[in-house]
C-alpha cells in the first residue's frame, strides 16, 4: 500500500508546511460523521485495523516520489521534501472507539496526533476506509435486525463497487451481524465463515437439473444447498427432495417468495425432510426481509447482496477529518470551522457514555460513563492488540442490543440525546473569538 | 491479486466440475447489463484493463490453497483439484467492447470462453470490476454533460466505497470526461491529469488566513487554487484578490453558490483579475450543476466528490456473467435462462451498431453496422494492445456525442431499439424447447 493513495492536495499541503517551517508542529485531526445517513439512528464504527496497518506500513517507493517530482504542482518544491517522503514513517498517536461500536452524529471516531504533514496525508485513506465499512457494518446491522433469528450471509462482492470493496464489505457486514460473507478471500484474510454451494451455471453445465443436483449432493453433503429456480422453482423442489439426504436445504432466488417458500416448504416435508432448510436470495434487503417475516414466509436464511454490500439505500457516509489542534505546549492553538452549515468542534476529544446519553467532553476531562475513544498507536507503534474480527462482531452485537428500540428503528428512528461538556464548549466560544480576532 | 478473490460458490463449482469430468469442457460465459440505471439511457462500458491484467497475471499462492483444503465445503475434493489451481494460468478468450463504448439494456459487454472452470471462477471479479467502472463513467459523462464546456474534476476518493474504490473511480470518471482527478495513485497509475491545492485545514494551519493563501502562492504559482470559505468567503476572495498573480483562481466549497460566485466574480475583476477562475464543489451532481448552469452562476469548473465516486443516485448497475454456450463440435449445448423476469440468450453474441438501433446476433453472424466486440485475449494472451486510458476517453466522448440529446437526457431518456437477429431468436427458442423436453 502506497501512501500515494491520497488526495493531491493533501500531499501540496505536505510540501507546503514543509517549505512554510510547520510540517513537524504536532497536529490533532479528528474523524468523525457530520450526520446519519438516513433512516439509520446509530452507525457501526468499522475500518480500525487496515487504517492501523496503512498508518504503520504504508511507505513512498522510488516510483511515487519520482512521479510527485514530475507534477508542475511540485515545481517550487525543494529537494528536502523528497528526501522527507523517502524516510517516511508514522510517529504519531492514534485514539480510536473500538470497532463495532455505535456513533451518533458528530461523535470522534478515531483522533490521529503527530506530525501536521504525516497526519494531513493520511486524510484521505481514513476516510474511505472507515466511513466505507461503518457504512456497510450499519447497512448489515440493519439487515440482521429484520432477520431476527434467522441467519443472514453477505453475497454481494459481484456487485460491490470494486473487487476490493467486496472483500471490505464482507468483513464489515460481518462484523454488522451477518454469519459470514460469500467473499473467499475475506474468509482467508479475517477468519470469517464464508458460505456458497453453486450457481444457475452449474445446473445449465449439466444435461439435466437431477443430475446437477446429483452431482452437488456428492461434492457437497451435509453442506448441500440446491439453487432450484434455474427452469422451474417447484420442479426443482421435487427433484431435490427425490434425492433426500444428505443436505443442508434449497435456495430460492427468484419469484414470489412467501408463496414459493411455503410450495416447497410442503414439498421437502412431504419427503420427510422436514430439517432441510430454505434460503432466499435475490433483490432483498431490511425491507423486503421485514415483509417476508411479517408475512410468515417459512424461511430459514438469507443471502443479501447487492444492496448490503453498496448500502444501496444510503451508499455515502458524511466521513469528515478535520484539524482541532496545531502546536504544543503554550503555542497550542485549538482550530474549529464556522462557515455556513460546517460548524466543527476545537481540540481532541473523548466520548462519555451514559445511560441515556453521550457526552462530547475533551480530550483530558474525566466524566461519568464510558469513555469510547481508547489509545491504539503511541509514537508509531502499536499500543495494544486489536480485538479480532469476531470480537468486533461480538462487540457489536452486544452494544447493539442494548440500544433502545425506538434508536434501531428501520424507518424514522430516534436519535440519541449527544451533549457538549461545559469545557467543550468553552473551548468552541474560544476558537470563534480567536477567528473573528485574528488580523487579516 | 489472487483468484481467491472471488464467491466460494465459484470455487465449488469449479471442484465439482473437475469431479464430474466437466471441468476443460470449453465454455462460453457473458457479462451484460440486465437494465440500465434509473434515468440512464445508456451506460459508458469500463474496466477491461485490469479485467485482463486479472485474467493473464492472478495466480493461487500455496496460501489460498491450503485455506480452501481447510474448508467443509472441500473436504471431499480430491488432490487433483488442488494440484489444478497450484498451476493454474488463465487460457482462454476475450472479447470486448472497447472502453468508452456506450451500451444498452442487455447488451454483451464482454465474453469469455475457455475452459469450463476457469471461466467460471472469474465471474465475480469480472462482475465487480466491469459494474463499478461502467458505473463511474456512465455518471461522469452525465455530470460532464451537465457542466457543458466547463471542466470537471473527480473529487470522491475520501468517499469512495473503500480506497481502491477510489482509484478505480478516478479512472473510470476520467473516461467518462472528467478532465481528471484528486487521486493521486490514478496519476500515477493511468497517466490521467491530477489537481488539487488545499483544505481547510491549510488555512487553519497558519495564524491568519491571508498568511496561508501567501505561502499557497508561493508553493503553487499559476497553480494556486485558494480555498476561500474556511471563516468567510467573500473575506476570504479580498485577501486572494490583494495578492494579485500569480493565481489560477478561487474555489467555494460551501454556501449559496450562485450568491457568492457573482459576488467573488465582482471581486476579482475589481482587483483587475478577470482570468482568475472560480471552481465550486462540495455536494455537487449534474442535477445541482444544471441549476447553477441554469441560474448563470459565473463558475469556470466543478470539483465533483461523493455523487460521481458512488454514482449516489444509482449506485448499482445489475450487471451479470452467464454461462450462453458449453461444450465444442457436435457436443456444443446452448444455454440460456427463463426463470422468472431473468430471460437470458443463449450463445455466444456480437452487437451491429447500425444508424438508429442496435442489432444483437449470434457470434458468426455478419449484419449490417459496426460490430462492437473485438477479440482482446487468445489463448491465454493478449491478442491486441489495449487503447490506453486517453484513447478510451476520447473514444468516449465521440461515442457519446453520436447519440441523440433524447437517449443523453439527463431525466427520462429515450431508450435505443435493441433488436435480436432472427438467428439468435431461433437459438433461443431452440434452447426453451429443449429445457423443457429435457428428462427430469
Chains 1, 2 share one sequence.
Request: hydrophobic content about 40%.
Amino acid at each position: 500500500m502506497t501512501p500515494l493513495l491520497t488526495d493531491l492536495y493533501e500531499l501540496t499541503m505536505a510540501a507546503g508546511y514543509f517549505e512554510a517551517g510547520l510540517a513537524f508542529e504536532t497536529a490533532a485531526f479528528e474523524l468523525s460523521f457530520r450526520s446519519l445517513p438516513r433512516d439509520r439512528g446509530f452507525v457501526l464504527a468499522a475500518g480500525l485495523p487496515q487504517v492501523i496497518e496503512f498508518l504503520l506500513e504504508s511507505r513512498f517507493e522510488a516510483a511515487d516520489i519520482e512521479y510527485l517530482r514530475s507534477l508542475p504542482q511540485f515545481a517550487r518544491v525543494s529537494a528536502g521534501f523528497f528526501d522527507l517522503l523517502q524516510s517516511f514513517r508514522f510517529e504519531g498517536d492514534v485514539r480510536a472507539v473500538p470497532e463495532g461500536t455505535p456513533l451518533f452524529a458528530g461523535e470522534p471516531a478515531l483522533t490521529v496526533r503527530g506530525p501536521l504533514w504525516q497526519a494531513q496525508i493520511a486524510e484521505t485513506f481514513l476516510l474511505a476506509t472507515i466511513g466505507f465499512q461503518t457504512l456497510i457494518a450499519t447497512k448489515a446491522a440493519r439487515v440482521v435486525e429484520a432477520a431476527g433469528a434467522r441467519a443472514v450471509v453477505e453475497f454481494g462482492t459481484r456487485r460491490a463497487q470494486s473487487p476490493a470493496a467486496g472483500v471490505l464489505a464482507g468483513r464489515a457486514a460481518f462484523i454488522g451481524g451477518c454469519a459470514g460473507t460469500s467473499n473467499t478471500l475475506a474468509g482467508r484474510l479475517y477468519g470469517i465463515p464464508v458460505y456458497g454451494t453453486a450457481a444457475h451455471s452449474w445446473v445449465q453445465a449439466f444435461p439435466t437439473e437431477l443430475e446437477a443436483q446429483r452431482r452437488l449432493q456428492q461434492l457437497l453433503g451435509p453442506s448441500t444447498i440446491y439453487l432450484i429456480d434455474t427452469y422451474d422453482t417447484l420442479e426443482g423442489a421435487r427433484k431435490a427432495a427425490s434425492l433426500g439426504r444428505p443436505l443442508w436445504g434449497v435456495r430460492l432466488d427468484s419469484g414470489d417468495f412467501v408463496h414459493l417458500s411455503r410450495e416447497v416448504r410442503r414439498i421437502l416435508d412431504d419427503a420427510g425432510l422436514s430439517d432441510a432448510k430454505i434460503m432466499a436470495s435475490s433483490d432483498l434487503d431490511e425491507h423486503r426481509i421485514t415483509e417476508l417475516v411479517e408475512r410468515g414466509a417459512p424461511i430459514d436464511a438469507f443471502g443479501v447482496g447487492t444492496r448490503l454490500a453498496t448500502s444501496a439505500d444510503a451508499p455515502t457516509i458524511s466521513a469528515v477529518y478535520k484539524l482541532v489542534e496545531i502546536g504544543s505546549g503554550g503555542r497550542k492553538r485549538y482550530s474549529a470551522k464556522f462557515s455556513e452549515g460546517k460548524i466543527s468542534y476545537p481540540g481532541a476529544k473523548q466520548i462519555f457514555r451514559q445511560q441515556d446519553r453521550d457526552v462530547i467532553a475533551c480530550a483530558g476531562e474525566q466524566l461519568p460513563g464510558e469513555p469510547l475513544l481508547e489509545e491504539v498507536v503511541r509514537g508509531g507503534q502499536p499500543a495494544r492488540p486489536l480485538p479480532d474480527t469476531r470480537a468486533a462482531r461480538s462487540h457489536a452485537g452486544r452494544s447493539v442490543a442494548a440500544l433502545p428500540a425506538a434508536i434501531r428503528r428501520l424507518k424514522e428512528p430516534e436519535h440519541r440525546r449527544v451533549d457538549h461538556s461545559e469545557e467543550l464548549e468553552r473551548l468552541l466560544e474560544a476558537a470563534r473569538r480567536e477567528a473573528k480576532g485574528a488580523p487579516a
